[in-house]
C-alpha cells in the first residue's frame, strides 16, 4: 500500500477504511526498506518531510487527508479552543497595508486560513466593483478543499454573494455540504468536480476565487493543466470581472502565468507579496500544527506495532508538517529562502471582451 499514490479523490473513507490503509502502510515497511536500499532513495524525507513531485498524486493526498480531517472531527488547539479542520491553507499573518482586520479573532485556530480568503477582497479596484453591485455578486471557488473558506466569505466578508465552492475530492464536498452548505440560508453550493470540466455559463460569474489550490506548481512554467485551469477561470467570468488568487509557489513561476493571463487579455490590477507574513503564519501556527498532526497520528493504531509502527509514524508526522510548511520542513525552508513566495493578485477580464 503506498498511501502517496493508490487512494481515489471519489471516496471518502471510513475511519475503519483508514485504520486499515494506514496498516497496510506500516506493515509494508520491510518491503520498502528493501526496495530503498536497492533505489538509495525514500520518498519522505524524515529530516524535513520532503516528497518529489513524480513520487506522490494530488489525488491520493488529498483524498487521505481530508477522510482524516473529518475522522477526527474536533480537537483541541494549544490554546484550549476545539475547532474542525476545514481551513487547509497556510494562510498568512494580516497585512500592515490593508489596515486592521476586524473580521477575525486573534485567538482564532484557524485565523491565518481565514485571513487568506479575506485578503482575496482587499484590493481597491475589487472592493469598487463589489461596491457597485452591492455586493451582490456570483462566485466559484475552483479548489475549495472542505469549503472552510467559501463559508467564512460567505458569512463574514460578503454575507450578500452567491458562492459555488469546486474540487475534485469527494472528502472535502461531503465535509462542505455536511458542515458549510446547512449555514448559509441556499447561498453556498458544493460541487465535486475537476474544475476544468465544470457546467456554469460562460460570462456569468462576478469573482472567480484561487486559493492555495494546488496548480501552478513547476518553477518556472506553465503547464497545460494551468492553461486549462486560467482559461476555464477567464470564461466563466462575466466581462469586468476577477480572478482573485493568493498562493505560495515557486518565485520565477508568477511571471510566466502573469503572461498567460495577460495573453487571455486579462489586466494585474493588484498584487502584494505577502510572503514574510506567511512565514510569520507559520513561526506563529507550529505548536496549533503539532497538537493537531499528533491528534490524526494518534488514532491510528498500526503506530503502535513495535518497530515497524514508531518509524512509519515519524513519517507521516513529517509528510504532514511539511504539508503544513511547519518550520524546519523543506516547504517552510523554501519560503524562508524566496525559492517560493506568497503573492496574493487580482486579473481583472475586460469590460470590453466577448461573453
Known amino acids: 500500500m503506498d498511501i502517496l499514490t493508490d487512494l481515489n479523490?471519489?471516496?471518502?473513507?471510513?475511519?475503519?477504511?483508514?485504520?486499515?490503509?494506514?496498516?497496510?502502510?506500516?506493515?509494508?515497511d520491510p518491503v520498502e526498506r528493501l526496495i530503498k536500499l536497492q533505489k538509495s532513495k525514500t520518498k519522505i524525507s524524515v529530516s524535513d518531510g520532503d516528497v518529489k513531485e513524480e513520487d506522490y498524486s494530488k489525488q491520493s493526498i488529498y483524498s487521505l487527508l481530508?477522510?482524516?480531517?473529518?475522522?477526527?472531527?474536533?480537537?483541541?488547539?494549544?490554546t484550549g479552543e476545539f475547532y474542525e479542520m476545514t481551513f487547509n491553507t497556510w494562510g498568512y499573518a494580516w497585512p500592515t497595508e490593508w489596515g486592521t482586520n476586524t473580521t477575525i479573532s486573534a485567538s482564532d485556530p484557524q485565523r491565518?486560513?481565514?485571513?487568506?480568503?479575506?485578503?482575496?477582497?482587499?484590493?481597491?479596484?475589487?472592493?469598487?466593483?463589489?461596491?457597485?453591485?452591492?455586493?451582490?455578486?456570483?462566485?466559484?471557488?475552483?479548489?475549495?478543499?472542505?469549503?472552510?473558506?467559501?463559508?467564512?466569505?460567505?458569512t463574514n466578508v460578503l454575507p450578500k454573494c452567491t458562492y459555488e465552492a469546486v474540487d475534485m475530492q469527494a472528502a472535502a464536498i461531503n465535509t462542505c455540504n455536511r458542515r458549510h452548505v446547512p449555514?448559509?440560508?441556499?447561498?453556498?453550493?458544493a460541487t465535486c468536480s475537476d474544475a476544468t470540466q465544470l457546467n456554469i455559463p460562460a460570462g456569468s460569474v462576478d469573482f472567480v476565487v484561487v486559493n492555495e489550490t494546488h496548480v501552478t506548481e513547476r518553477a518556472g512554467r506553465v503547464?497545460?493543466?494551468?492553461?486549462?485551469?486560467?482559461?476555464?477561470?477567464?470564461?466563466?467570468?462575466?466581462?469586468?470581472?476577477?480572478?482573485?488568487?493568493?498562493?505560495?509557489?515557486?518565485?520565477?513561476?508568477?511571471?510566466?502565468?502573469?503572461?498567460?493571463?495577460?495573453?487571455?487579455?486579462?489586466?494585474?490590477?493588484?498584487?502584494?507579496?505577502v510572503t514574510k507574513e506567511a512565514v510569520q503564519a507559520r513561526d506563529e501556527d507550529e505548536a496549533r500544527v503539532e497538537a493537531f498532526v499528533?491528534?490524526?497520528?494518534?488514532?491510528?493504531?498500526?503506530?503502535?506495532?513495535?518497530?515497524?509502527?514508531?518509524?512509519?509514524?515519524?513519517?507521516?508526522?513529517?509528510?504532514?508538517?511539511?504539508?503544513?510548511?511547519d518550520p524546519g520542513t523543506n516547504l517552510y525552508r523554501n519560503m524562508t529562502d524566496g525559492t517560493d513566495t506568497y503573492r496574493v493578485v487580482a486579473f481583472k477580464k475586460p469590460s470590453d471582451a466577448v461573453r
Open 223 to 273: 503547464t497545460a493543466e494551468d492553461e486549462r485551469f486560467f482559461s476555464t477561470a477567464f470564461n466563466m467570468l462575466k466581462p469586468g470581472g476577477f480572478l482573485v488568487w493568493g498562493n505560495a509557489i515557486p518565485d520565477n513561476t508568477w511571471q510566466p502565468c502573469f503572461e498567460y493571463l495577460e495573453s487571455l487579455g486579462m489586466t494585474n490590477e493588484a498584487e502584494l507579496d
Open 294 to 325: 499528533n491528534s490524526c497520528l494518534d488514532r491510528f493504531h498500526a503506530f503502535k506495532i513495535p518497530r515497524y509502527g514508531k518509524r512509519k509514524r515519524n513519517e507521516a508526522r513529517q509528510a504532514m508538517r511539511n504539508f503544513f510548511r
Open 183 to 189: 449555514k448559509c440560508g441556499g447561498r453556498l453550493k
Open 9 to 28: 479523490s471519489d471516496s471518502d473513507y471510513s475511519s475503519r477504511k483508514l485504520q486499515f490503509i494506514i496498516g497496510a502502510w506500516v506493515m509494508s
Open 66 to 78: 481530508y477522510s482524516i480531517y473529518r475522522t477526527v472531527g474536533e480537537v483541541e488547539s494549544e
Open 112 to 154: 491565518f486560513g481565514k485571513n487568506a480568503y479575506t485578503g482575496l477582497f482587499e484590493a481597491a479596484p475589487v472592493k469598487r466593483y463589489i461596491e457597485a453591485h452591492d455586493g451582490k455578486v456570483n462566485i466559484v471557488e475552483m479548489g475549495c478543499g472542505t469549503g472552510g473558506g467559501a463559508h467564512h466569505i460567505c
